[in-house]
């Protein structure tokens, strides 16, 4: 470890024996003498010699890699100089995705502090929460943001140190504090196993947790799928809906572009189906990142307003049915690119590409990970059984202090929470999370297979598949749907949607119970949570 002055984190790090098997890659980050995972992206840009290259744009503002460099630097030597901030403090950021979000992300890594970046619609009970976890040194907000902190802030009696910014700029009041420093001067040596980011887990199953991610970690992670399966050129231009506070997003629209040196936008307004496929033609996007549900709903709009220069289509964040898969191949023409990562993981391990799609099945592992399908008593299952997924990467879950940890990494491997099956070939098929299998009268239904029949369904948006008690059955499989604009509920409806299952599954598979619902419940990065639907039984 550097000489890190806050070693608050440092200390909450999981015991070794707790801690999940390395793989190093080719390139071991992790045995470097010294890294910093932003000055490292900036240097590779840098060799390159494309500095030159629009980076961050916005509808009203860009900057080029070198600009951004510029600001980056000032900002950092703002921290470390004038705020005395040192590193290993935890610096809380609030903002949607922006210019000045992403500037004050690398900052803050830049300067040796750690990034806690939350997502921008919580509300102050939330909020305190990982402040009390995370006891931040300062908070960075968007202005339009501030209310919730502010009410958290005070609640907890914090008199913790607040800077406020817009969508493209940094603070006046910031900015004139940082004209006058030299920022080609500025720098912050990190080693490897120091801390860069505090990652909440989206709380798909209660209580988030707070996953930690080191430089090493994150620059590993670059050199795995986007390296092998992404392949982005520095022609590209990247867009997405998922957060910069959500994994996904930090390495989907902000991190992984920096690796392979091309431009990201972002928008003022959130983005919705229709103006999603609008400003992706105007912007010239060729590859874009956002959840299986939105892809959906973009569908019917890319249709009838194709975008010529879209290439990649990323999926990632929850399961994608194979009804929305083809619905969007049908639509854009563009098979999607599929993948599952955890926030515990940093991003993706297991992932469709080019050249490597097989119907049904979500991908290959990772070049740079292993995964296997393991039994309950830890055991390697036979192909094509259903088991738990175990990984082992050049990334690997360390959560600050928490006693769950025990549940994520068992004899080495990072035990996901979901259920697979894996072919001869080596393809993934997802199954369902693991608690998230419902048995009903001895027979194992998976819930993502009856809510793809569902979906295939014309009059069907969206729906979710739980288990609910039955005396006589043990569960018995109830489906959530939300039914498209113009139509409502009936009982002949209902029967058509529970004859339209059996006809794709066997009978045992149907939902003996359908409710219509207005929306489902989903976490801040759109993934859906199953347990308060479970909480309605």
């Known amino acids: 470890m550097s000489a890190q002055i806050d070693q608050f984190v440092h200390q909450l790090l999981p015991a070794e024996h707790l801690r999940a098997d390395y793989l190093h890659l080719e390139e071991d980050f992790h045995k470097w003498k010294s890294l910093n995972v932003v000055q490292a992206l900036f240097a590779r840009v840098k060799e390159r010699e494309l500095m030159q290259r629009p980076f961050l744009i916005s509808p009203h503002h860009s900057l080029t890699y070198e600009q951004a460099h510029e600001q980056v630097q000032s900002l950092s030597a703002y921290l470390i100089h004038d705020l005395k901030l040192v590193a290993g403090n935890r610096v809380l950021l609030r903002g949607a995705n922006s210019i000045a979000l992403a500037i004050a992300w690398l900052a803050v890594v830049n300067s040796g502090l750690v990034a806690v970046c939350t997502m921008p619609l919580l509300r102050a009970k939330e909020l305190k929460e990982i402040m009390l976890k995370s006891k931040p040194a300062l908070c960075l907000c968007q202005n339009e943001l501030v209310d919730e902190l502010n009410l958290a802030r005070k609640e907890l009696g914090l008199s913790t140190l607040q800077i406020n910014f817009d969508m493209d700029h940094l603070s006046g009041d910031l900015k004139s504090r940082t004209q006058d420093l030299n920022p080609t001067q500025f720098f912050i040596a990190t080693q490897p196993s120091d801390i860069a980011l505090l990652a909440f887990t989206s709380g798909t199953t209660g209580e988030p947790k707070a996953a930690i991610h080191t430089h090493a970690d994150m620059l590993s992670a670059c050199f795995a799928w986007p390296k092998h399966v992404l392949q982005a050129r520095e022609t590209d231009v990247v867009m997405g809906s998922p957060p910069l506070a959500f994994t996904f997003g930090l390495g989907g629209l902000l991190v992984f572009p920096m690796y392979a040196a091309c431009a990201v936008y972002y928008h003022d307004q959130p983005y919705r189906p229709q103006s999603m496929v609008e400003i992706m033609g105007k912007v010239g996007c060729t590859i874009c990142y956002t959840a299986p549900t939105f892809y959906?709903?973009?569908?019917?709009?890319?249709?009838?307003?194709?975008?010529?220069?879209?290439?990649?289509?990323?999926?990632?964040?929850?399961?994608?049915?194979?009804?929305?898969?083809?619905?969007?191949?049908?639509?854009?023409?563009?098979?999607?690119?599929?993948?599952?990562?955890?926030?515990?993981?940093f991003h993706i391990f297991i992932s469709s590409g080019p050249g490597v799609f097989k119907p049904g099945a979500l991908g290959k592992v990772v070049p740079g990970y292993q995964a296997c399908i393991l039994d309950e008593a830890g055991k390697e299952v036979p192909r094509n059984t259903i088991g738990r997924l175990a990984v082992k990467g050049p990334t690997a879950c360390k959560y600050m202090d928490d006693v769950r940890q025990s549940k994520y990494v068992q004899n080495g491997w990072n035990i996901t929470g979901d259920l697979f099956t894996?072919?001869?070939?080596?393809?993934?098929?997802?199954?369902?999370?693991?608690?998230?299998?419902?048995?009903?009268?001895?027979?194992?239904?998976?819930?993502p297979e009856v809510e793809d029949s569902l979906l295939s369904h014309p009059l069907v948006l969206e729906c979710a598949v739980v288990g609910q008690k039955d005396v006589e059955r043990g569960m018995v499989v109830k489906a959530f749907c939300v039914l498209k604009e113009g139509h409502a509920p009936n009982p002949a409806l209902i029967q058509e949607l529970q004859d339209h299952v059996k006809t794709h599954l066997a009978p045992y598979k149907y939902p003996r119970i359908i409710e219509c619902v207005d929306q489902l419940p989903r976490t801040q990065t759109g993934k859906l949570q199953r347990f308060k639907l479970k909480q309605l039984d």
Do not use: C
Request: overall charge negative; glycine content about 8%; proline content about 3%.
């Open 296 to 345: 959906r709903q973009m569908a019917a709009v890319i249709k009838e307003h194709p975008v010529s220069t879209l290439r990649i289509s990323v999926s990632a964040g929850e399961a994608l049915p194979e009804a929305s898969r083809t619905l969007w191949r049908q639509a854009s023409g563009l098979e999607m690119v599929d993948g599952i990562g955890s926030t515990e993981m």
């Open 422 to 447: 894996q072919d001869e070939d080596g393809y993934f098929f997802y199954q369902a999370r693991d608690d998230d299998m419902i048995i009903t009268a001895g027979y194992n239904v998976s819930s």
